[in-house]
């Protein structure tokens, strides 16, 4: 299973050499388990350089949403393999009341906002919202659960031949719980993140940036590292960086989380472009 980082920043695009080390897209992740199909993790404004990449190689696609917030959605109309009538795509995401993922996606969608309406999309796409139990996409087992943040919002853990990557972008698992003593079950998200190959966690706020942000769905660097602990996972991404963090204060941020570090895993600051290969 190959794991590309194709966007890794929080909120907004953020452009721009001050930001170029660490990249400045809006979340995607793709994994590539088969040749002739690629699973996305969000659609953020990294999934367009994604598209390309793909295009004319990829028939079967499958983006699995954690949710609808914009920057996690904004970059399907710049998809390129979205306008390819060959293409089936396939757009998961999570659960709602009253109205499907097609409905709500088409906020977006249409006029005013974008120039293209949903109806309108060359490809094969259908709008599914995600079972309850495990299921299988383009040859890999993927499990989702509902996590802590604003919103109705997914996290996902995706595995094929013993590897496992989790997937929590946004994420704020230590909202009125001390993660490094709490019982596991009542720690958000952790079932899923429990012993994976790759962890990929939101880790948006430096501690003195955190109780100015409680409660807006994020974690402190504090609350990243004991989440990544107590979930034993291999290796760990910091994710989702804040849009005022340049790379300057990425690179602090970096030095400090390695510096505290006392996990038996790996555990990095995310960076776009970034490849894992992870095999069973």
């Not at 699995?64 to 393999?81: E, N, R, V």
């Not at 969608?109 to 293209?116: A, K, T």
């Not at 853990?157 to 590897?163: E, H, S, T, W, Y």
Request: net charge negative; hydrophobic share 40%; glycine share 12%.
């Amino acid at each position: 299973m190959r794991v590309k980082l194709w966007g890794v920043r929080g909120s907004i695009p953020v452009p721009g050499e001050a930001a170029a080390g660490y990249g400045g897209n809006t979340s995607c992740v793709g994994i590539t388990a088969a040749d002739d199909c690629e699973v996305i993790l969000d659609a953020g404004s990294g999934i367009r350089e994604l598209g390309g990449a793909i295009q004319g190689r990829c028939k079967r696609i499958h983006v699995l949403l954690t949710h609808l917030h914009l920057d996690h959605i904004h970059g399907l109309m710049f998809f390129a393999p979205i306008f390819d009538p060959t293409v089936e795509l396939t757009v998961w995401g999570p659960p709602a009341v009253g109205k499907g993922l097609r409905e709500r996606l088409a906020r977006f969608l249409s006029n005013p906002i974008c120039p293209v309406e949903i109806r309108d999309l060359p490809a094969r796409v259908r709008f599914e919202t995600v079972p309850s139990g495990p299921w299988e996409v383009g040859g890999v087992e993927v499990q989702a659960a509902l996590v802590a943040h604003r919103g109705v919002t997914l996290g996902y853990r995706v595995a094929v031949d013993g590897a496992s990557v989790a997937y929590l972008p946004d994420h704020e698992p230590g909202l009125g719980e001390d993660l490094a003593t709490v019982d596991a079950e009542w720690i958000s998200g952790h079932e899923l993140a429990a012993g994976t190959s790759l962890l990929i966690h939101d880790g948006q706020y430096a501690d003195s940036e955190y109780p100015h942000h409680r409660g807006f769905g994020h974690s402190s660097l504090t609350d990243a590292l004991a989440f990544a602990n107590r979930t034993g996972a291999a290796h760990t991404l910091l994710f989702h960086h804040d849009p005022g963090h340049d790379d300057a204060a990425l690179d602090a941020l970096a030095e400090e989380a390695a510096g505290r570090w006392r996990g038996d895993g790996t555990l990095e600051l995310a960076r776009e472009g970034h490849v894992v290969e992870l095999a069973a």
